[in-house]
């Protein structure tokens, strides 16, 4: 069974431009999340979708935004980009509520 | 502030050493996972626990879960280099679950020949 797929595995943009990362859970999985990950902060949950619907959501600005479609693919979104955001994105899926969450290979963002 | 404190920060041991990996917190968890993580790399899961008093053995690891579900450990038997790599212990809250693992900051282990 295939794992949890990011795409694109490495970008680099300017400071105000917006970036969208997509991610493919593993099938069957209908819960997807995301998480930042930074030397200085660690791992710190973004959102996470079930069904389309989002469930949660990290304590990040609005420019930080995210969706799910029907087939539980999902993609996140940044907008005005600081260099702050440069980071390793992950994102992890599971069945549902109650499961273990397993992680794709994330997407390095590098804000220049 | 990381609701998950874990210990050591770093660790760095000889081959055929063992060696523990702490997670602590004041919250309780419904669930408590441990990872491993390369340079550039996604976690990759070790275990999940979730009942209380829990303890799995995966090989030359061991994890346990606290009995009230607020803490965690990690041994590792006789330590190979394969092992060197930053374990993550993170956990659902019972009242915020829905994907929102609570990540500790990590331990650095390094295995050397």
């Known amino acids: 069974k295939a794992g949890v797929t990011q795409t694109p595995r490495y970008l680099i943009k300017t400071r105000g431009q917006q970036v969208t990362l997509s991610c493919s859970p593993i099938s069957g999985h209908r819960s997807v999340s995301w998480y930042q990950q930074t030397p200085g902060q660690g791992l710190q949950f973004l959102f996470e979708y079930f069904s389309e619907t989002q469930r949660n959501k990290g304590n990040f600005p609005g420019r930080f935004s995210g969706r799910q479609f029907s087939n539980s693919r999902s993609e996140m979104n940044v907008s005005t980009l600081e260099l702050g955001d440069s980071a390793l994105y992950l994102c992890?899926?599971?069945?549902?509520?109650?499961?273990?969450?397993?992680f794709g290979e994330g997407s390095w963002l590098t804000v220049v | 502030t990381q609701l998950l404190e874990q210990s050591p920060q770093f660790l760095s041991i000889q081959e055929g050493e063992n060696l523990t990996v702490y997670c602590n917190s004041s919250s309780v968890f419904s669930s408590l996972q441990w990872y491993r993580q390369e340079p550039g790399e996604g976690p990759v899961l070790l275990v999940t626990v979730v009942t209380g008093g829990e303890v799995k053995k995966l090989k030359r690891l061991t994890f346990q879960f606290g009995d009230a579900r607020k803490d965690s450990s990690l041994h590792i038997t006789a330590a190979q280099p394969g092992d060197t790599g930053l374990y993550l212990c993170a956990g659902e809250l019972e009242t915020d679950s829905w994907g929102k693992l609570q990540f500790g900051a990590g331990t650095q282990v390094v295995v050397t020949p």
């Open positions: 992890a899926s599971r069945p549902g509520s109650g499961n273990t969450i397993y």
